[in-house]
């Protein structure tokens, strides 16, 4: 049986499951799914033997390195657009790392998380009859972990400031800016995380390319980034899109 912490917070980890090994946390919550008594529960894991990213990718952690959990909601209609769900992640896995190391982290669209311009964080999100919301935050591998892993874009917290961080205190602190950023969410406040949202991503402005899941792509100047569109001024005019057909978005000129 997996040990249980109960963290005072409001919405999200109230219950925590800490498991020692897991085939994955996100398969776990997707089994309490059926009972809307587990919202905001969180499944912790030390390590994961089937751990997966995004488009099925395989995700591995050393044991005991990183923060591998899921979160299980039953959210309002209106908070299940999955734009809406992978910001809020992203922006919280944001502060959760700045209250930690004093840096601002950046989102890389749709669900990665960087410091310093390299991945620190992989947001999965899976949906059905209710959310899972799976968060792989790598703490304290080191920069020979990755080199061995043949991962040079990869980092962590301790590999960018190079010290090493209580796990434990950092999943604490993730799950915190999780329930608060939930809880602003329940209380109508989008405005707040689509800004938070469109800061981190730091595109506003620039010439970018958006490579959508129907296989075309849109070039250009963004001019607006919001949860009701992404606005692009194409070479046609302005083009906008609902951030859900956007498969990726990137810079397409570099900074000056």
């Known amino acids: 049986m997996p040990d249980e912490w109960q963290l005072p917070t409001l919405h999200i980890g109230h219950r925590v499951e800490v498991h020692d090994t897991i085939p994955s946390t996100n398969l776990r919550a997707a089994e309490l799914a059926n009972d809307e008594r587990n919202h905001g529960l969180v499944i ?86 209710a959310v899972v919301v799976g968060i792989g935050l790598n703490i304290n591998q080191t920069a020979e972990d990755f080199a061995l892993q043949q991962l040079p874009d990869a980092a962590s917290l301790r590999s960018i400031t190079g010290h090493s961080f209580d796990r434990d205190q950092v999943v604490f602190s993730l799950i915190h800016q999780l329930d608060a950023e939930y809880g602003r969410l329940l209380e109508g406040e989008l405005t707040t995380l689509e800004a938070c949202w469109k800061w ?52 397409s000129e570099p900074r000056a």
């Not at 919280?92 to 998380?113: C, H, M, R, S």
């Not at 250009?220 to 070479?235: S, T």
Request: charged share 20%.
């Open 44 to 129: 912790l894991a030390e390590s994961q033997t089937a751990g997966r990213g995004q488009y099925g990718r395989v995700w591995q952690s050393p044991r005991g390195s990183s923060a591998l959990l899921s979160v299980l909601l039953f959210p309002p209609a209106e908070l299940r657009r999955p734009a809406i769900v992978t910001a809020w992640a992203a922006v919280a896995v944001g502060e959760a790392i700045f209250q930690t190391t004093g840096l601002q982290a950046a989102i890389k669209w749709p669900n990665d998380v960087l410091l310093h311009g390299r991945k620190v964080c992989g947001i999965l999100i899976e949906q059905a009859s």
């Open 200 to 251: 981190r991503v730091g595109l506003l402005g620039r010439k970018v390319a958006a490579d959508l899941f129907d296989g075309s792509s849109v070039n250009g100047r963004l001019l607006e980034m919001a949860f009701d569109g992404v606005v692009i001024d194409a070479d046609e005019g302005p083009r906008v899109l609902q951030p859900e057909v956007i498969r990726h978005i990137f810079q």
